[in-house]
């Protein structure tokens, strides 16, 4: 059983910068693609990035030369560097885990505000 649990949120100002991390626990050999989705009050769950094992990457176009996804495989730590942050990032952001049999895992959130 993978646990994820997220770090690196809080308030920002629009413009700034926020780094989140996730580190993956218990089965992690398991473990393929990982990455971060958001939920926004009111609005679905949507992806904004993706790492697999050999570091291939995928962003939402929202978020594409804005923000950086990287993966640490000695550490089991994904993160998520965001600059340039604006007003509609506000979201809760949930780190992700697929494992190679395709089981899903979520962390619990963290909350992300970006407000002046």
């Known amino acids: 059983q993978v646990q994820l649990v997220e770090s690196g949120g809080g308030l920002v100002q629009p413009g700034g910068s926020l780094r989140l991390s996730c580190a993956a626990s218990?089965?992690?050999?398991?473990?393929?693609?990982m990455g971060w989705y958001r939920q926004a009050q009111g609005k679905q769950r949507e992806l904004v990035a993706l790492?697999?094992?050999?570091?291939?990457?995928n962003y939402a176009n929202s978020v594409k030369g804005r923000f950086s996804i990287s993966r640490d495989n000695a550490k089991n730590t994904v993160s998520l560097q965001m600059n340039s942050l604006k007003p509609e990032d506000t979201a809760v952001y949930y780190c992700?885990?697929?494992?190679?049999?395709?089981?899903?895992?979520w962390g619990k959130g963290t909350l992300v505000t970006v407000s002046s």
């Open positions: 790492i697999t094992g050999s570091s291939s990457t």
């Open positions: 218990g089965g992690i050999s398991s473990v393929n693609t």
């Open positions: 992700y885990a697929r494992s190679l049999s395709f089981r899903d895992y």
